[in-house]
């Protein structure tokens, strides 16, 4: 069983920065598919970035430029900086892990509790 455990959200002026962090148990960090998903309300859940294995990325549009996705294998870590925060960023933000390949239709296998990220005016 993998378990994933966030930090780091919290309540930030727009224009300013957080740093989320995600923290997995089990073995098979190094060769999974790590990501970070967003759920405002009222809104579907959806991807914000993800990472694979080798350090390959994908970010949604609304995000790049701003947000940088990092892992350490090492540490079993995966991070989300956040730069330049807008207040439609507000939302519960989740760490997934998913097995397979580095697609943004690849569902995550295991989530974690989530972290409010909220953006003021």
């Known amino acids: 069983q993998v378990q994933l455990v966030e930090s780091g959200g919290g309540l930030v002026q727009a224009g300013g920065s957080l740093r989320l962090s995600c923290r997995a148990s089990?073995?098979?960090?190094?060769?999974?598919?790590m990501g970070w998903y967003r759920q405002a309300t009222g809104q579907q859940r959806e991807l914000v970035a993800n990472i694979n294995s080798g350090g390959s990325t994908i970010y949604q549009d609304s995000v790049k430029g701003r947000f940088t996705i990092s892992r350490d294998n090492a540490q079993n870590m995966v991070s989300l900086q956040m730069n330049s925060l807008k207040p439609e960023d507000t939302a519960v933000y989740y760490c997934?892990?998913?097995?397979?390949?580095?697609?943004?239709?690849?569902?995550?296998?295991?989530w974690g509790q989530g972290t409010q990220v909220t953006v003021s005016l």
């Open positions: 997934a892990l998913a097995y397979g390949v580095l697609d943004p239709r690849v569902q995550p296998r295991y």
């Open positions: 089990g073995s098979i960090f190094s060769i999974a598919v």
